[in-house]
């Protein structure tokens, strides 16, 4: 490193964007993506980087491999591998419950080597739901232990953790501003990270398996409730949905006829409606704009003391049997069921009734939960946040097809059929084709992980259109728009001038304190914005603290990229854990507690291990 560099107006400019990437990833004013698309286009427009360079990213080895491998782990799930992951947890596990936990969570971790982290724990979670129902296991005691062990295992390859991906990339920038007489930085292989990958994963599952499960939340309601999705009891503990499916008859003289739905679901002691039928039409989830007229049939749910009461305020007929609706509410067709939304969901930011989910889809959202509050009145007006979960009713035809869209995930071990299981071998062989073109071969990530992917377009395991479905824009829009930011951190200067200041403040501290403090800084940027920004930011200070203090560059990028996966603290620290937060009911101090002896032992494991390996 050059001495007394100075802070010129570029490098300003520089952390002037990465405070404002910062400060938008934290508080969440503007979306992700459109934060990183604004930060790339500043960047173009001020001439940090040349205009030919600046939307490289999109174009880079990282983000083609991350498609491919969103594309593939969709084809896993298509042809059932996920599916039958259950029945063979349960043959292993042979339902005792400390195997269960233990043998889940091994599989999670295994998966996780190949499938990113947040779409694994979308896959998990109805597998760990239909374990649950099948042992009477807790649900608590299930998401939180395999979420974790989600995150431990995803670094024992460069294949499906995005930090690791982008490893190369802001290596390669990085030697192209190395100054004079350094020594360019070596490119990690695809298994280079394994050895440090497997201590860490290892610890992950012991940890849970000796320790993690006494500290997991045992609250009383929780064990009981260990069936959700499958008996009334649960949801009428949690979210006071309770009582009996009735028939109700509009009569002529009811204030209900010229009401709409909406209308009449603000009256006071109204029941749920599930159900209307209007002349020879019956459906589910009716919309809120539907008007109601004489002979039309409600299917409500309440207690039938309230029904009653309602039915006669209301001046209609409770018929005693489902006359009209038996065929709807068939629960081999419909039912409830949870579902949570996931951090990629366009339905964030609006309401439950702009989403017009009825009208549209066919859902009922009977209530929201949102940690510990749940919302249950006026439901169409509460404003949905990353990792609420929403108590549904529909069929399961049109709530397993909504939920192809990414845009909510199913909780509940709902009936519905294997998509296509004759493509499970194709699925399979492309995948190891695109893992051993990777090992055996000199093709870069990108290409082999490709190839893998389109094979399984070629031979019917995805059709193209569920390709692209599969793809997480907002991940590919977030990765290849702040990889130009990583860069500029390098051209300007301002990672070397940030790695003197550093210096500075630490001067003669040993390496060991250096790559602990880089880790640790690392790992709470990580854990208020994304992963791949907090890497993007911290690969080129780390690197040119090792090359001013004679350390190892590939040690110190690679604890960067590990720490950025250390995030079990709060919940809002990594998409996967704020998708279990809501079906498992755990509270910030659940993760917190059982987080922070998991964050202390992965920090040190991280630290020894890359210093044996990167010697």
Not at 127 to 144: E, F, I, K
Not at 255 to 264: A, D, K, N, R, T
Not at 512 to 539: H, K, P, R
């Amino acid at each position: 490193m050059e001495a007394g560099l100075t802070l010129s107006t570029n490098m300003a400019l520089v952390f002037a964007l990465v405070l404002f990437t910062v400060l938008m990833l934290v508080l969440e004013w503007i979306r992700a993506d459109v934060v990183a698309l604004l930060v790339v286009v500043v960047i173009g427009i001020t001439g940090i980087l040349p205009a030919d360079q600046v939307f490289h990213g999109f174009a880079g080895n990282a983000v083609i491999a991350i498609i491919a491998i969103m594309i593939m782990g969709a084809g896993l799930d298509r042809t059932g591998v996920l599916g039958l992951t259950a029945s063979f947890v349960m043959r292993v596990a042979r339902g005792v419950e400390e195997r269960l936990g233990t043998v889940l969570n091994s599989v999670a971790s295994l998966f996780s080597a190949v499938i990113p982290s947040q779409a694994l724990a979308a896959l998990m979670l109805p597998v760990a739901s239909r374990l649950s129902a099948r042992t009477g296991v807790p649900l608590q005691q299930l998401l939180l232990p395999v979420a974790f062990c989600i995150l431990t295992g995803t670094n024992t390859t460069l294949i499906a953790n995005s930090p690791l991906i982008l490893l190369n990339d802001l290596v390669a920038n990085a030697n192209r501003n190395l100054p004079p007489g350094a020594n360019t930085i070596p490119r990690f292989g695809l298994f280079s990270v394994t050895p440090i990958g497997l201590a860490i994963a290892v610890i992950g599952i012991a940890y849970f398996a000796l320790l993690g499960r006494r500290l997991l939340p045992r609250r009383e309601e929780a064990r009981q409730n260990v069936t959700p999705g499958r008996t009334q009891t649960y949801f009428a503990e949690t979210y006071g949905i309770e009582g009996d499916v009735v028939e109700l008859l509009v009569t002529t003289d009811s204030p209900l006829v010229g009401m709409s739905v909406g209308e009449i679901e603000q009256l006071r002691g109204a029941p749920l409606i599930l159900a209307l039928k209007s002349g020879a039409e019956a459906r589910l989830a009716p919309p809120a704009e539907q008007l109601i007229w004489v002979g039309s049939v409600l299917g409500v749910l309440g207690k039938r003391e309230a029904v009653a009461e309602f039915a006669n305020t209301q001046l209609c007929q409770v018929l005693p049997r489902l006359r009209n609706f038996g065929d709807l509410f068939n629960p081999t067709r419909a039912g409830i069921a949870e579902v949570v939304i996931p951090t990629t969901s366009r339905w964030i930011k609006k309401t439950v009734g702009e989403l017009h989910l009825r009208k549209q889809h066919g859902i009922s959202v009977l209530a929201v939960n949102r940690g510990e509050q749940v919302f249950r009145e006026d439901v169409r007006a509460v404003t949905l946040h990353a990792g609420d979960t929403l108590v549904v009713h529909s069929f399961w035809r049109d709530l397993t097809q909504v939920a192809q869209d990414r845009d909510l995930v199913v909780v509940t071990d709902i009936p519905q059929e294997e998509h296509r299981p004759s493509k499970i071998w194709h699925a399979l062989f492309f995948f190891a084709l695109a893992k051993g073109l990777a090992l055996f071969t000199t093709l870069d990530l990108s290409v082999a992980m490709m190839a893998g992917a389109v094979g399984m377009l070629l031979t019917g395991v995805l059709t193209m259109d569920e390709a692209y479905k599969a793809i997480n824009w907002k991940t590919i829009f977030v990765t290849a728009c702040l990889i130009p930011l990583g860069w500029s951190m390098d051209s300007t200067g301002a990672a070397a001038w940030l790695a003197q200041e550093v210096l500075h403040i630490l001067n003669g501290a040993p390496q060991w304190q250096l790559q602990a403090s880089i880790a640790i800084l690392t790992l709470l940027f990580s854990q208020i914005m994304s992963n791949v920004g907090a890497t993007v930011m911290m690969v080129p200070i780390a690197i040119s603290v090792a090359i001013a203090t004679g350390g190892s560059p590939q040690a110190y990028a690679m604890i960067v990229a590990l720490s950025s996966s250390n995030t079990f603290l709060i919940p809002s620290g990594h998409p996967a854990l704020m998708m279990i937060a809501g079906p498992g009911g755990y509270r910030t101090s659940d993760f917190l507690r059982t987080g922070l002896p998991l964050t202390l032992l992965v920090l040190v494991t991280t630290l020894l291990t890359v210093n044996l390996v990167f010697h």
